[in-house]
């Protein structure tokens, strides 16, 4: 069954490092997210991304981000400079239509800044 | 804006007996719902979905979700706890958004099985 695959499953930084969060979404999926999850707290939405640009954002989205689709297959989330509040679980996630197809989700990149 | 209100953080229960998950949704659009379960070190897995169709719906390993209207509830049932059932629910809505649906997720309610 084909599924979306995220590396690495943990990773630990100091704080002010920059973090690359890899993504290999489902191959024919279209539309890719990610979300966030601070322990604890609620699953956050972070970015869309379709036909190689952002189509929607949330505040948590600051400059210190950035999504890129560099090849055919990777979806990568950058942290530019990471801080302490950084530190939580990222959910990639893929699906092919737009409105109500489901969204296949990655088992998560856990980060932890120190 | 839409959210989600789970109802309670987790939820024990006897292998065998029946599980609900109670779910509250606020949105000023006819929305989608859904429910995803999280094993441990797992991703998040699709359980069901409601989109307007029939407002009993019915999701993979037994488990089933009502939308009701007129209660803004889809409260996630099983007949009969399984131990594989031990994991986080979540309840999430997704509305139309310039184009593009994004998920509002609730946060999760934690499920206990026992022996």
């Known amino acids: 069954e084909p599924e979306v695959t995220q590396t690495p499953s943990h990773q630990v930084t100091q704080m002010g490092q920059e973090v690359i969060l890899r993504c290999v979404p489902i191959?024919?999926?279209?539309?890719f997210y990610w979300y966030r999850q601070i322990l604890g707290q609620k699953v956050e939405f972070l970015v869309s991304f379709y036909n190689n640009e952002i189509s929607e954002k949330s505040e948590i989205f600051d400059d210190q981000f950035s999504v890129e689709r560099p090849d055919g297959s990777n979806f990568t989330l950058k942290i530019r400079s990471t801080k302490l509040e950084d530190s939580a679980m990222y959910f990639c996630?893929?699906?092919?239509?737009?409105?109500?197809?489901?969204?296949?989700f990655g088992e998560g990149s856990r980060l932890t800044v120190l | 804006a839409q959210s989600v209100t789970q109802l309670d953080s987790h939820v024990s229960v006897s292998e065998g007996t029946p599980v609900l998950l109670r779910c509250n949704y606020s949105s000023s659009y006819s929305p989608s719902l859904f429910w995803y379960v999280q094993h441990p070190n797992k991703g998040l897995q699709l359980l069901l979905k409601y989109t307007s169709a029939a407002t009993l719906v019915k999701g993979i390993n037994g488990f089933e979700a009502e939308f009701k209207k007129s209660e803004t509830s889809f409260h996630l049932t099983k007949p009969s706890a399984h131990m594989s059932d031990a994991a986080e629910y979540f309840c999430?809505?997704?509305?139309?958004?310039?184009?593009?649906?994004?998920?509002?997720f609730g946060k999760g309610t934690m499920l206990l099985v026992s022996p």
């Open positions: 996630a893929s699906r092919t239509s737009g409105r109500t197809g489901e969204l296949f």
């Open positions: 999430v809505v997704s509305v139309p958004n310039s184009g593009y649906s994004t998920l509002t």
């Open positions: 191959s024919n999926h279209l539309y």
